[in-house]
């Protein structure tokens, strides 16, 4: 076969390749939302309360000022390992690890998620992913109770 020949019908498959995966968003889809981020006070993550903390204390590995809402801002959280509760106020989202700041390197640190449990204080939309009541322990719970059955 002649080596132009295969080379165009090569080059053809992978431009029409590129073209159907641009037209149908491979990278993220937005209708695969977290069943943890869905609906505003009755999903699991996004129940409008957070471990308190003050803001100086906080250990917010991640502010984002390019999310634009909640619903996103919750979405991040469940999507980054490290994110234990997020917070969306004042057109930013805040997502908060396990950890406060100056406490890491004290032989028994305070956490996050060791911390009472009230109402977000940058915003109204707000929630907890992977505390022990947040929504990803709830939902393995679920899960566990239900693979029993």
């Known amino acids: 076969m002649n080596y132009k020949i295969f080379w165009t019908i090569f080059s053809s498959y992978l431009l029409a390749f590129a073209i159907f995966a641009y037209a149908h968003n491979y990278e993220t889809p937005k209708d695969k939302i977290s069943i943890c981020c869905k609906t505003p006070e009755k999903s699991l993550g996004w129940t409008n309360t ?5 803001y100086p204390n906080i ?3 991640k502010v984002d000022n390019l999310i634009s809402t909640a619903q996103e801002c919750c979405q991040a959280c469940v999507e980054h390992q490290d994110c234990v509760q997020w917070d969306f106020g004042q057109n930013t989202c805040l997502l908060v690890g396990n950890g406060l700041l ?4 004290s032989a028994d640190p305070v956490k996050t998620c060791d911390l009472v449990t009230g109402p977000p ?3 109204t939309d707000a929630g907890i992913i992977r505390c022990s009541d947040g929504c990803i322990p709830k939902l393995r719970k679920y899960w566990k109770h239900h693979d029993k059955n």
Do not use: D
């Open 50 to 54: 957070l471990h308190k903390y003050t």
């Open 59 to 61: 250990n917010p590995f």
């Open 102 to 105: 100056g406490q890491e390197l």
């Open 121 to 123: 204080t940058r915003g």
